[in-house]
């Protein structure tokens, strides 16, 4: 089982960015997605989670309203859609399932002029 993560990198702030995170060796659709962050100064912070199915999402308080989780199960896929991104928002983030104990390597995002 693997998931990996692709599609950081350099953006402005306010700007835009959407992360991918790919799926395989186990059946994707039957397990919850999470993504967290992580920093040096911050540790590790939950970013958002979405139900197997797609049918439910949750946000942490500093991301809501700015940043969409959303997977396509067909292809095995889940992204992270990132708005009004600011300074803040620069971490590793990663993609997570939970239940099937299975974590990416990581794709840095970075938010600066």
């Known amino acids: 089982a693997q998931l990996t993560e692709s599609g950081g990198g350099l953006v402005q702030p306010g700007g835009s960015l959407t992360i991918s995170c790919a799926a395989s060796?186990?059946?994707?659709?039957?397990?919850?997605i999470t993504w967290y962050r992580q920093t040096p100064t911050k540790g590790r912070e939950w970013v958002a989670t979405?139900?197997?199915?797609?049918?439910?999402?949750n946000y942490a308080e500093p991301v809501k309203g700015r940043f969409t989780i959303s997977r396509d199960n067909a292809e095995n896929t889940a992204y992270l859609q990132m708005n009004s991104l600011k300074s803040e928002d620069t971490a590793v983030y990663y993609c997570?399932?939970?239940?099937?104990?299975?974590r990416g390597q990581g794709t840095q995002v970075t938010v600066s002029s």
């Open positions: 979405i139900t197997s199915r797609g049918g439910m999402t």
């Open positions: 997570y399932a939970p239940s099937r104990g299975v």
């Open positions: 060796g186990y059946p994707f659709s039957e397990y919850d």
